[in-house]
């Protein structure tokens, strides 16, 4: 186990290549999904990732889970958890990981559980398969989890299936499902995403009650920037497969220096009086995020960065301090 001053989870140098046919389609290039990522989280912590979509996001979660789909696959750096390279694990210990040391919550709970099993069947099945505990028992520890994420008449929604439910509850379904071990280690990706106002709230707020009670590192995975400035400690934001800047939650939002978190910031709503609201007007960032292959080295945001410059045409910049813990990858910016 982690002390509560060790990182429980250590990303190091990361690379996720993927192999596609060449626009000419007579050889192989590697796309550098990931590219070089490096990440840490410690024990009772929420680390925020966010960027658009196609930055990595969803992959350096899918790197730790041990489930990246094929054709992608790993190809330098590490994954430690609690002290153990688990990439280099074969694929049935890091199977066992799953959902006993790592939880992970998905954005969309109707693709992530079983329609044709019942909610009991799916939330106890867990504590079997992970812990080796009887049926009876597994159900009946499922059942007070469903109670303890707020369901209802549990019950009845035991034998209930998916389609039963509403999208907050099948969604709190899954956080039962990932919490049930008690996973040091908990993954959610964009799991508020597909809900309304009110019920993102309230998911937001379990998630933070749950952390508290149990003592877990939350990776929250998210392109809106409002969420994580709610609930991260660290934030980490991509860009292309990269971490293009990261540190405290509360530095990083103070005083964001690179043009791709500063431009991502601008499109936050911001909370004005009627006047102020009907004039300001919301930023859009043109262009979209660049798919990278593995000779290409310049600075990713270029073609969309209003600091670019004829240096970020032949630098790819690495991550540099610009205040404690806080560290920016951008060739035009002083430290």
């Given amino acids: 186990m982690s002390s509560p001053h060790e990182s429980l989870l250590q990303v190091e140098n990361l690379e996720v290549l993927i192999p596609r046919p060449s626009a000419n389609g007579k050889s192989i290039e590697n796309l550098r999904a990931i590219d070089g990522i490096s990440l840490s989280l410690r024990a009772g912590r929420t680390l925020g990732l ?3 979509s196609g930055s990595g996001k969803s992959l350096t979660a899918l790197s730790i889970m041990g489930l990246l789909p094929p054709p992608a696959h790993i190809t330098s750096g590490r994954v430690v958890l609690e002290g153990r390279d688990i990439t280099a694990l074969g694929d049935r210990q890091r199977a066992k990981l799953r959902g006993d040391r790592v939880g992970m919550v998905f954005q969309e709970p109707m693709t992530a559980l079983n329609p044709v099993k019942s909610i ?6 867990t504590l079997i398969l992970h812990r080796g505990v009887r049926r009876k028992e597994a159900w009946d520890h499922a059942e007070n989890m469903l109670a303890r994420v707020g369901i209802p008449g549990t019950k009845a929604r035991m034998r209930h299936y998916p389609h039963q439910l509403s999208g907050g509850m099948r969604q709190r379904v899954l956080i039962a499902m990932a919490l049930i071990c008690h996973p040091p280690l908990l993954i959610a990706d964009e799991p508020t995403t597909a809900l309304d106002v009110t019920v993102q709230a309230q998911i937001l707020d379990l998630l933070m009650e749950m952390q508290e009670e149990m003592g877990m590192a939350i990776m929250f995975i998210s392109h809106n920037l409002a969420v994580i400035s709610e609930i991260a400690d660290e934030v980490a934001v991509l860009y292309a497969g990269r971490v293009v800047e990261k540190g405290p ?3 990083l ?6 043009p791709y978190t500063q431009a991502l910031l601008a499109t936050i709503p911001k909370l004005a009086g009627r006047e102020r609201a009907r004039e300001a007007r919301l930023l859009s960032i043109p262009g979209r995020v660049p798919v990278i292959t593995q000779e290409e080295r310049r600075c990713r945001f270029m073609e969309r960065c209003p600091l670019a410059g004829p240096v970020c045409t032949f630098i790819d910049p690495e991550l540099q301090e610009v205040g404690p813990n806080h560290k920016v990858a951008c060739a035009k910016i002083d430290p």
């Fill in 50 to 52: 966010v960027g658009e």
């Fill in 249 to 251: 939650a509360k530095a």
């Fill in 253 to 258: 939002f103070k005083d964001p220096r690179h």
């Fill in 120 to 125: 009991g069947d799916q939330v106890s099945e």
